[in-house]
Nanobody
Framework: VQLQASGGGLVQTGESLRLSCAAS????????TAWFRQAPGKEREFVAA????????YYAASVKGRFTISRDNAKNTVYLQMNSLKPEDTAVYYC?????????????????WGQGTQVTVSS
């Protein structure tokens, strides 16, 4: 499966963005999906995940209550709605998917990765 992330941009503190991750080659059905991010000089870190059936979500503590992960099966797209953005949210955001079972917060679990989209939040 190929993943294409989009929707990044430059916003001010407190504003919102919605990232999209479109899949080609197969549908998201049966795939757990997630968003990770990587800031300059830092490790790639977990942001949010959605189980294979879309029934359960997981969030990093730093984004819980501000970000929402969701999936539209008809559009074969996963979203990350980001509200109340902060400068520390600045990073390249990557979508990922996996057929494997395990801890969805662990980047090593994921087989498929999108190319990343830049999010910059100015203060």
């Amino acid at each position: 499966v190929q993943l294409q992330a989009s929707g990044g941009g430059l916003v001010q503190t407190g504003e919102s963005l919605r990232l999209s991750c479109a899949a080609s080659g197969r549908t998201f059905r049966g795939l757990a999906t997630a968003w990770f991010r990587q800031a300059p000089g830092k490790e790639r870190e977990f942001v949010a995940a959605l189980t294979w059936n879309g029934g359960t979500t997981y969030y990093a503590a730093s984004v819980k209550g501000r970000f929402t992960i969701s999936r539209d099966n008809a559009k074969n797209t996963v979203y990350l709605q980001m509200n109340s953005l902060k400068p520390e949210d600045t990073a390249v955001y990557y979508c990922a998917a996996t057929t494997r079972l395990g801890a969805l917060t662990t980047k090593d679990l994921y087989d498929y990765w999108g190319q990343g989209t830049q999010v910059t939040v100015s203060s």
